[in-house]
């Protein structure tokens, strides 16, 4: 748990320093706490996982555009780009990620408008640009593309998709260090089990947290809105709103 685990992955046993190998899977026998009397952390089995796409998609884009991008091309003249795409995030009403990060739909905006596009021009027009950067340009643009479109599909996936999407991971994991000039991290890790995940299902965006997270809206409403009455009471107001959330998921099945 958190950035000081020594083993990250929910699925695998591997370690923190080689993030970027593969490793067995977790069995009910594993532990991995100073206290060998706890029970294991996770019960599930790992085959059961679903490998979180939107948050790779979401963690290793914002590495790349907030991050990589600064390093090669400046910070001020991304944090320019930035501001035509940005939106206003809420402190309270989400976590640390969403109030500091890009979204979702800030990094397809920042993909359609081409802002990687027009960070390479600014910097072209006041410096010289040389041809390793354009170079490492070039990749980390075209892995934003690749993230975006294999990590949030919802359609099946056939073998042939299977095999492309590895050939990405692969290339990712291989130039991550040089291109981006940072360590490996937990989500980039992940990456391989969002292969084996969709080799194994033949799908991996219909499975996302996507709809959980789009949920968080109409729960934090109705908590910090809706039941502030009983703001002396935090269990009593959160079972309301988990109560108010719930008839409203089922209503549409009841009308039907």
């Given amino acids: 748990m958190a950035p000081s685990a020594t083993h990250p992955c929910p699925i695998c046993i591997v370690s923190k320093n080689n993030l970027l190998s593969t490793s067995r899977y977790r ?39 907030l991050d990589a991008f600064s390093e090669l ?24 990620s969403d109030l500091y990060d890009l979204n979702g739909p800030e990094i397809s905006k920042w993909m359609k408008r081409e802002c990687s596009a027009s960070v390479l021009a600014a910097a072209a027009s006041s410096s010289t640009v040389t041809a390793a950067t354009t170079a490492s340009h070039s990749i980390l643009s075209r892995w ?16 042939t998709d299977t095999d492309a999407w ?21 989500k980039l890790h992940m990456l391989h089990h969002s292969v084996d995940f969709a080799e194994r299902h033949r799908f991996l ?15 934090n409403a109705l908590f910090h809105k809706q039941h502030r009455n009983q703001s002396g009471n935090t269990a009593e107001r959160l079972r309301r709103s988990l109560a108010d959330a719930a008839l409203r998921a089922v209503q549409p099945f009841l009308q039907q």
């Fill in 73 to 96: 091309l400046g910070k001020e003249r991304v944090e320019s780009a930035l501001k035509s795409i940005t939106t206003v995030h809420s402190a309270g009403c989400s976590g640390a």
């Fill in 205 to 219: 965006g219909r499975a996302s947290e996507a709809q959980i997270e789009s949920f968080h809206a109409s729960f």
């Fill in 27 to 65: 069995t009910t026998a594993d532990k991995h706490s100073v206290d060998r009397t706890h029970s294991p952390l996770l019960t599930i089995p790992p085959e059961r996982i679903v490998p979180t796409p939107l948050h790779l998609f979401l963690g290793i884009s914002n590495r790349i555009i």
């Fill in 144 to 159: 934003l593309q690749q993230l975006h479109h294999c990590l949030l599909r919802s359609d099946d996936w056939t073998a």
């Fill in 166 to 186: 590895r050939s990405v991971v692969s290339d990712i994991h291989q130039h991550w260090c040089t291109e981006t000039s940072q360590k490996p991290f937990p």
